[in-house]
């Protein structure tokens, strides 16, 4: 009784999707669920609605309630639009940066996103194509924004696809405007209150101008140029995993100085598709073996891997037998910000005001690393729009000099506010 009840309930949901404001292949698609004898992908795609949850939207692509398409994506947008003109409301002008993945559909969404935000009076700069997730942020800072919007699923499968926003300081949206903006998703009954009718005046493109500032500024980080010009014939093999950082991480490789970098060309085609792996995601070995293979073809010194979206990096270095070896989240955080922190030691940086975060599940040694150097060491909720909350209350007050999680991400830098690979 309880299975008729669903299918009936979610025949009667479909059915709308029938409707008027469905386009046709939508039409056609929920059609051929409805039509078929086996139901399962029609409750799965209709017995609830995909929600809009503090980290965003991620899920399942496909027509349907509960898949990302045009008008669960279209749902939030519109949401997200009527609460930014709620709370921005004394502004003259409200402005937001869109970005996307290499993800089946990413451009097609981020494009949708854009022409809502602009039907809404809302100004956009919209990436000419794919770039990292760390780029969307430090864009929303670059220009001002009031929030932003990531269409990405970082690495998941390649079925998925997801929906990250982000508020003025470039950071993923947290406490208040996170259940107010769900509370302003929700409010969308119909996809006869989304304004889909872009106004192409309020949409700017963006895209080589933003890299090379981004890329700038990346260079800047760095703290021992003259070790770079001794080692820049470093043998560095990387791997974007078909992802966002195919052009411009080799770039900031270069940027920085270092000339001998190695690709994995079967992985340096960007692709939803994900042809050459399992699972896209730097932290399982498997997505990492084309790149150790190159390496040992070619006796490289380092392997480098970023996921899809370019926030999350993998890395493979020689253990003291020659063997090639994947360094897990905990390494990484613990090298990096052992590095940071010594050597703004060695250059006389260190004031006594300087400040470091990792997640509550990230190694404790990082504490006892803050600890021998005097450096003030902050505990945060898993996750990095957490740990921007932490730089966000320290700015102008502390100096940040690091953070980062046990899953693979790490952010040196301030005008970033999301774990950057």
Not at 121 to 143: C, M, N, Q, W
Not at 359 to 381: P, Q, S
């Amino acid at each position: 009784m309880e299975n008729e009840q669903l299918l009936k309930e979610v025949t009667a949901k479909a059915q709308v999707w029938l409707g008027d404001g469905y386009d046709e292949e939508t039409r056609t698609e929920v059609k051929r669920m409805l039509d078929a004898d086996d139901k399962t992908e029609l409750i799965e795609s209709f017995y609830k609605d995909l929600e809009f949850g503090t980290g965003g939207l991620r899920g399942i692509m496909g027509a349907g309630s509960n898949r990302m398409n045009i008008y669960t994506v279209g749902a939030a947008t519109q949401g997200l639009a009527n609460y930014l003109k709620e709370a921005f409301k004394d502004l003259p002008e409200i402005s937001v940066a869109v970005g996307h993945d290499v993800r089946n559909n990413s451009r097609k969404f981020a494009e949708i996103v854009a022409d809502i935000f602009s039907a809404n009076g809302i100004k956009v700069y919209l990436f000419d194509s794919f770039r990292p997730t760390p780029e969307l942020s430090f864009a929303i800072r670059h220009f001002g924004c009031q929030s932003g919007v990531n269409i990405t699923a970082s690495h998941n499968p390649k079925i998925y696809n997801g929906y990250k926003a982000y508020w003025e300081d470039g950071a993923q949206i947290i406490a208040p405007h996170d259940v107010n903006i769900i509370d302003h998703v929700n409010r969308i009954k119909s996809v006869k209150d989304i304004k889909f009718e872009g106004d192409k005046s309020k949409i700017q493109i963006i895209g080589a101008d933003v890299d090379k500032v981004y890329l700038e500024k990346i260079k800047g980080l760095s703290l021992s140029p003259d070790v770079i010009e001794r080692h820049k014939d470093l043998k560095i093999v990387y791997t974007p995993i078909h992802g966002t950082g195919v052009e411009l991480i080799p770039d900031s490789l270069r940027n920085f100085g270092f000339t001998n970098i190695i690709h994995v060309p079967e992985q340096d085609v960007p692709s939803g598709e994900f042809p050459t792996v399992e699972s896209p995601n730097p932290e399982v070995p498997s997505a990492m073996a084309m790149a150790i293979a190159k390496a040992k073809e070619v006796n490289a010194d380092i392997v480098m891997a970023s996921d899809p979206d370019a926030d999350r990096i993998g890395c493979v270095i020689r253990d003291n037998s020659g063997e090639y070896v994947l360094l897990n989240g905990n390494q990484i955080v613990m090298i990096l910000l052992n590095y940071i922190i010594t050597r703004n030691k060695e250059l006389g940086l260190l004031k006594g005001n300087e400040f470091a975060v990792k997640t509550i599940v990230t190694t404790e040694t990082i504490k006892a690393i803050c600890d021998a150097m005097g450096v003030r060491l902050y505990d945060c909720y898993t996750g990095f729009k957490w740990i921007a909350a932490v730089m966000r209350d320290n700015e102008d007050v502390l100096r940040y000099l690091g953070g980062g999680e046990e899953s693979y991400g790490f952010l040196a830098e301030t005008f970033v506010r999301d774990k950057d690979a």
